[in-house]
DNA sequence: TACACGTCATGAGAATTTTGCTGGTTGAAG
DNA sequence: CTTCAACCAGCAAAATTCTCATGACGTGTA
């Protein structure tokens, strides 16, 4: 496994290089934004972690750069700032996973085996888009309209499959299967409350609605006014 | 699909024919224990529903003798009796699900939808054992030693993973990415703490405990006095 | 249009699950 | 054999989720 780790600060740089490899990674080190891009560019890596501060070339331009060219590499941000609006820049600029700085070295390698194990296995998405809306699979964050939006671990379930089934009609039973694991109907109207719940959080205020009812089959993801 | 229905009762049985043959089952049908065994061991079926109560030989019989052919098609238990101790014994004898009478129509078509969905997916089984505790998927209900033992939904989600992998190791990583869906260290004692309640109800009163602790590993689940 | 019926939305209270803490165990190193 | 740090059981408080009752809404019928 081939990592590529962006870091201009020497020290951390060589604590995560170190980290890494005795995990059996092959890690390439670049100092600057510019040289990273041209080692993403021109290597095969499974995974990069970029730092967000940069000489030359900061680190947004950089997975943007990337993500321009179709390179699907998982990239993990590190930031020194943790605010909500720099998460949601880092995620929107093309990373799939953000870390803030200090960070115990146990946290780094598990995302970065959560990215690689998601993206070697090609059926599995990282994010998904619809609209409006993206979904960030492994930080489990949701944006709308550059927006973060905090969802409970159930609603971020149910809307999950909603966006894997956009713009299909998904039945109540469906949704109770996949979200609920429930086989037969368990008599109660969770499905509906919960819905209801996702829309005060995922509509509510915006000018177009995502969730759309289907009388007596169920509901759809699809933009509509 | 083929459906064998053993049912005495001349209008529950017409009522439940009628319901499946018109969602495009082929329904066969017995009004005794004999004749359904008879027809169970000859013709195909892809699922099974059958009362307890039956003239010349009883439902829970009739599934126990079915079962010790091999047969392994799907069988909801009709009854007209509710009690804990009825279902425990009906899902003992081998049946796959267990439905109180009286009961909607479109809840029994659900639930022999989902068996055979279930049983069509060689994949996926119905039911776990590990020891003397036996687990059933569609109802999701657990029975130690003949008792039956309330479950909720996390703590059935987390013995089903254990039993999935009984006797083998699994990580606390591992079972908050198949249990939790979460992807990296919520750096929280989730898992911990999820295991000591089912460790009350699994292993507590029991002389052979089921759950154990592999301290810097994880837990596995093996029969242990 | 008015009515009846089933489906759905809504919100409050109950139940479950998670979090965060405390003190007790365990096992390795010296 | 002792010390220390990591790990774990157990519990209570906080957060999330479910249940249940009620009213709104849509659809078909007269």
Redesign the interface.
Known sequence: MRILLVEDDQKIAAFIQKGLKAEGFAVDHAVDGEDGLHLALSEPYDAAVVDIMLPKLDGLTLIESIRQERLKIPVIILSAKGTVDDRVKGLQAGGD?YLTKPFAF??LL??IQ?LIR?STDQTEPTRLAVGDVSMT??TREVVRAGKQIELQPLEF?LLEYLMRNAGRVVSK?MIM?HV??Y???P?TNVVESRIYKLREKIDKGFPTKLIQTVRGVGYVLKPKI
Chains 1, 2 share one sequence.
Request: no cysteine; charged share 40%; hydrophobic share 35%.
């Open positions: 996973d146990s946290e598990a995302r959560a998601r699979l492994i379930s039973t299967e609920w694991d086989h037969f109907d008599q």
